[in-house]
């Protein structure tokens, strides 16, 4: 006991900032640090058998790539216009990165809700929530879905029982197929959505058309048209539905295109060419205008002429549009078909998380060195109060804290 307490006496009046007295103080403090390492340690391999045990399935797949127009053959029954149509298919709409889109599309609440449906997620088997809102959360949690450098989109989801992890990763690339059919995702798609409400005004107002010629003939009776006449009129109505066409198709091509698009230059150019040669049949030369043909004409003869020419001009105009929206279809149909497996899903064999050795390390190192720095931080505080100047300090710091304090107690 002499001999110890002397080492003591020796260490505390000499070497107080020797190498070794971290070592001391830790071994002063042995019990502290054993029983609290070796409970976090117990702790954390007790946590890690705890938390639940999941397995992550992965799936790549190629997304469908911008291509050529397929319908060209097709097309070329437009003539001029057709070759801008197929100008369309060439280009990219506005999308700088296509894959990008695609993953936004994987990771849309729409696709969510098929696969929270498809495969009850709500329930107790799986996330057992009760608000779909979280549901969302834990499957974007347990979800990720990332565009490679390479063009690769890959899909990794988790789940507790691994056949179901590998559905679901197969079930993602599911569901954007159904969803790209259903929107129009393809500079096709644009084009084919685009054309189809062209078509459907252009039906409508041919109905309405129709609907004026029939009043007409109703109110008249029927009318014969002399064979030049009824030429002029053909002439004037496939015209001015090309007219109008063009012009479907300059407006299309405005929403991807600058004004120093050569494409669009010669579709202007093209417009410019069509409307010159409609001013050239309205006008005419001599007795050969359509204006001097509708002269000739009757009261009733003119106003029914007028009808007709509205409902040829409808008719030649639902046409063109009719083409172009069965073009842009075929090339949407073939294009929707390109998603294809890279490399699919497998029931994965082995769990993905928890991590339990990281886990068990990680606590046990936490608790570690926190239990020094307690350590430490004591044994700084047990030598500061041998220390009158700290004493000192510490009672003026307890002065000041204090609400009641006075200038006399500072003197006392």
């Known amino acids: 006991m002499v001999e110890d307490a002397s080492l003591s006496h020796m260490y505390e009046g000499t070497e107080k900032r020797h190498f070794l007295e971290p070592l001391i103080v830790l071994a002063k403090h042995k019990r502290f640090m054993v029983f609290t390492t070796g409970g976090a340690a117990i702790f954390s391999v007790v946590l890690s058998l705890l938390l639940p045990v999941y397995y992550t399935a992965n799936t790549k797949i190629l997304p469908p790539q911008q291509s050529g127009s397929m319908a060209m053959a097709m097309m070329e029954q437009l003539g001029g216009i057709g070759s801008l149509v197929g100008a369309l298919g060439g280009k990219d709409l506005g ?4 894959n990008d889109m695609y993953v936004a599309m994987l990771k849309s609440q729409r696709v969510a809700d098929k696969m929270i449906d498809r495969f009850k997620l709500m329930d107790a088997d799986h996330y057992h929530v009760k608000l779909r809102e979280d549901a969302y959360k834990k499957l974007g949690a347990l979800t990720e879905i990332t565009a490679r450098k390479e063009g690769v989109i890959s899909i990794s989801v988790d789940d507790r029982n691994p056949q179901n992890a590998a559905n679901m990763a197969n079930a993602f690339v599911e569901e954007l197929e159904k969803l790209t059919q259903h929107l129009a995702v393809t500079d096709a798609g644009k084009r084919r959505i685009f054309f189809e ?5 252009a039906n409508d107002e041919l109905a309405t058309a129709e609907q004026g ?25 496939r015209l001015r539905a090309e007219v109008a066409s ?8 405005r929403f991807f295109a600058t004004p120093e698009n050569p494409d669009l230059r010669r579709a202007e150019q093209q417009l410019a060419a069509l409307k010159a040669q409609l001013a050239i049949v309205e006008r005419g030369q001599g007795s ?40 842009a279809r075929i090339d949407e149909g073939k294009e929707a078909a390109l998603i294809q497996f890279l490399d699919k899903a497998k029931t994965p064999e082995r769990k993905s998380s928890p991590k339990r050795a990281i886990i068990c390390i990680s606590i046990t190192m936490v608790v570690f060195l926190m239990a020094c720095a307690w350590v430490f931080f004591r044994e700084f505080i047990e030598r500061a109060k041998e220390d009158p100047q700290y004493l ?12 009641g304090r006075k200038s006399a107690d500072l003197r006392t």
């Open 392 to 403: 000192a300090r510490l009672q003026l710091l307890k002065f000041y804290l204090s609400w």
């Open 288 to 327: 050969d205008s359509t204006a001097d043909a509708l002269m000739r004409m009757p009261v009733a003869g003119l106003e029914y002429i007028r009808k007709l020419r509205e409902v040829k001009y409808r008719e030649k105009l639902l046409e063109l549009m009719l083409r172009q929206y069965e073009a």
């Open 246 to 253: 063009q012009e479907v198709q300059l407006q299309s091509m």
């Open 197 to 201: 409400r062209e078509a459907r005004t």
């Open 213 to 237: 010629l029939k009043q007409t003939q109703e109110k008249y009776g029927m009318i014969q048209l002399e064979g030049q006449a009824k030429v002029l009129l053909e002439s004037e109505a």
């Open 95 to 98: 999308l700088r990165n296509a």
